[in-house]
């Protein structure tokens, strides 16, 4: 429980790494502000859940992450309840994937603005009370696409290389406050969202559910495994400790040795 007392606001995270990421964080201690879109009734039996497992605060915010005013204002209500953001983790994104030529212009505005400006606006907002508390973590959620590149993700690809930029310059500019600036890069992760695609992947290249996952969504993961929503959260809280304030404008690849090569 040694995060009792502080605060985390975690984007896009009514499922998945987000949600992880959020109960991690509660199992020591923190309170938390879950953020995303999904089911109204399934977002707050997680929310509900959070405070009933660990005992902590878990408060809702539907800020979308596409408008800053709105981004500002969940921010802004965090701080009004718990006095401070001590923990931020921008982990809100989509995907798309399409040839640049035949890329809607729309999605790509979308995909820079939840996963890349988002962390800007958020980061912006947070920063201050960090500073006067001396005390601050700041997380982002990129990915093995913020160093290698793959086809038909053009938007992505840049957006979580901008992420891996905007961490190191963040951090340079607050490494005297007590605050850390890092982001974790994760390969495949198992999620509900990469689960369900399977069944359309078999149908469409004709491949058995094992080809699916070792043939094409695992082919460039060396270790042959997805990376689990435990794994990265659990390195997250590890960055929130005493023993890693030292790390701070890192990009941290957890994903089986995807870019080892």
Not at 19 to 25: K, M, S
Request: glycine fraction near 6%; aromatic fraction near 8%.
């Amino acid at each position: 429980m040694f995060l009792k007392d502080r605060t985390a606001l975690i984007t896009g995270s009514t499922s998945g790494i987000g949600l992880a990421y959020a109960r991690a964080l509660a199992a020591e201690g923190a309170n938390v502000v879950i953020n995303g879109f999904g089911d109204a009734d399934a977002i707050e039996k997680e929310r509900a859940g959070i405070e009933v497992d660990f005992k902590v605060k878990a408060r809702y915010s539907a800020a979308n992450m596409m408008k800053p005013d709105e981004i500002a204002a969940m921010v802004a209500e965090a701080e009004k309840e718990f006095g401070a953001i001590d923990i931020l983790v921008n982990n809100a994104g989509i995907q798309h994937v399409a040839p640049v030529d035949e890329f809607p212009i729309e999605k790509w505005d979308q995909i820079i603005a939840i996963n890349l400006s988002s962390a800007f606006h958020t980061t912006r907002a947070a920063l201050p009370k960090m500073k006067a508390k001396g005390w601050g973590r700041i997380i982002n959620t990129a990915s093995a696409h913020a160093f290698v590149a793959s086809p038909f993700k053009s938007a992505y690809v840049s957006a979580k290389h901008g992420i891996a930029g905007f961490t190191k310059t963040v951090a340079l500019e607050v490494a005297t406050n007590g605050i850390t600036v890092n982001a974790i890069a994760p390969g495949y992760v198992w999620t509900p969202l990469v689960e369900k695609q399977i069944p359309d992947t078999m149908k469409a290249r004709n491949l058995t559910k094992e080809q699916v996952i070792n043939d094409v969504l695992l082919l460039a993961q060396p270790t042959k495994e997805f990376v689990t929503v435990e794994q990265v959260a659990a390195l997250a809280v590890f960055l929130c400790t005493d023993a890693a304030k030292s790390i701070t404008g890192t990009t941290l690849p957890m994903d089986g040795g995807w870019t080892a090569a």
